[in-house]
T-cell receptor, first 110, second 113 residues
Framework: ETGVTQTPRHLVMGMTNKKSLKCEQH?????MYWYKQSAKKPLELMFV???????ENNSVPSRFSPECPNSSHLFLHLHTLQPEDSALYLC?????????FGPGTRLLVL | DQQVKQNSPSLSVQEGRISILNCDYT??????FLWYKKYPAEGPTFLIS?????DKNEDGRFTVFLNKSAKHLSLHIVPSQPGDSAVYFC????????????FGSGTKLNVKP
């Protein structure tokens, strides 16, 4: 299934910029997730929304701010990021035990 | 501390042979395990899963084995094909707590023609 889309696919931003990542799922799932994948590291769970309520926040710095306006859309608002925040940001959705991932946004912070 | 580990960052296999990818976990509460496959520039795609009530699950060329006492699972691909070349991630969770999955760091499989 390829029902999870993410935009933009690539993003370059300066440390003073504000940008947003968008995720949309067309699978009718009731949970959505943000993950960060850095090179040669496991996927790090950042945020979980279940039925549009945030249920998990894995000690993520406040410069990352999620928003889930409805069950189909998830945003990750970025501001004053650091170079070490450069990574692949993956969105996923699930109904129960299997997560379906989007293609990711490759973020570079200069 | 990493609760799911894939100790082999890469694996190279000849086409037609068996590929065996390994995964270890530390949390005995995990009872649901998944394998994902990831091509470059794409998100991970679900491949196969197994719950702790089973020790084997098969889907075509892919078989996952679970050894609960050793806290170890493996993915067997037989026969391997060049199109299987990708990064494979294992993941674990507690059944019912699907808000929290723990992923390994991945193994890059290269299947040589």
């Amino acid at each position: 299934e390829t029902g999870v889309t993410q935009t933009p696919r690539h993003l370059v931003m300066g440390m003073t910029n504000k940008k947003s990542l968008k995720c949309e799922q067309h699978l009718g799932h009731n949970a959505m997730y943000w993950y960060k994948q850095s090179a040669k590291k496991p996927l790090e769970l950042m945020f979980v929304y279940s039925l549009e309520e945030r249920v998990e926040n894995n000690s993520v710095p406040s410069r990352f701010s999620p928003e889930c306006p409805n069950s189909s859309h998830l945003f990750l608002h970025l501001h004053t990021l650091q170079p070490e925040d450069s990574a692949l940001y993956l969105c996923a959705s699930s109904q129960e035990q299997t997560q379906y991932f989007g293609p990711g946004t490759r973020l570079l912070v200069l | 501390d990493q609760q799911v580990k894939q100790n082999s960052p890469s694996l190279s296999v000849q086409e037609g042979r068996i590929s065996i990818l390994n995964c270890d976990y530390t949390n005995s509460m995990f009872d649901y395990f998944l394998w994902y496959k990831k091509y470059p520039a794409e998100g991970p795609t679900f491949l196969i899963s197994i719950s702790s009530i089973k020790d084997k699950n098969e889907d075509g060329r892919f078989t996952v084995f679970l050894n609960k006492s050793a806290k170890h699972l493996s993915l067997h691909i037989v026969p391997s094909q060049p199109g299987d070349s990708a990064v494979y991630f294992c993941a674990a969770s507690e059944w019912g707590n699907f808000n929290k999955f723990y992923f390994g760091s991945g193994t890059k499989l290269n299947v040589k023609p």
